[in-house]
């Protein structure tokens, strides 16, 4: 396979990871207030409340782009050195998450006082790391071999 190609190739790889991990940063949190919601009110109609086809491809595509320039040279930074390791790519979803979501304006001022706002962020990143690291982060850094043969 040529270089080029092997390049294409590993890109292809991590925009998918990174689409899923984005998809699992939104729903995470909204399964979590949902599940918490069911617990304490007994009343499970809250996760047919959520707009799944107003909100959710909008919240997709602002989180794909925002978090793109936090977590952007994070990925280049692992695809350099070679890390693989799922606890660089969970530590990385979840300082995103929080870096993110605090950025936000309407949350920037009641992360300070609501601790379990920072838990559902760093839960909800943690989870979008590991799906990437399960995705396209486990080969990260094989761009030294992409396009040689392996004689």
């Known amino acids: ?33 949902a599940l ?8 499970w109609s809250i996760i047919f409340a959520f707009d799944w086809l107003g909100s959710f491809p909008l919240a ?7 978090a793109l320039l936090i977590v952007g040279p994070a990925l280049f930074v ?30 920037a001022g009641s992360f300070v006082f609501n601790p379990g706002f920072l838990g559902f962020l760093a839960t909800a990143g943690i989870a979008a790391g590991s799906i990437y690291w399960l995705l396209a982060g486990r080969k990260s850094g094989t761009r030294r071999d992409l396009g040689r043969d392996p004689a």
């Open 1 to 33: 396979m040529s270089r080029p190609v092997a390049w294409l190739k590993r890109l292809a790889v991590m925009a998918v990871g990174y689409f899923f991990a984005v998809l699992t940063s939104i729903l995470v949190p909204v399964l979590l207030i």
């Open 36 to 43: 918490l919601e069911g617990i304490e009110d007994g009343n």
């Open 78 to 107: 692992a695809e350099w050195f070679s890390l693989r390791g799922w606890f660089y790519f969970a530590a990385t979803g979840a300082i995103t998450s929080i870096a993110f979501g605090v950025s936000m304006p309407r949350s």
């Open 60 to 66: 997709v595509l602002t989180v794909m782009i925002g």
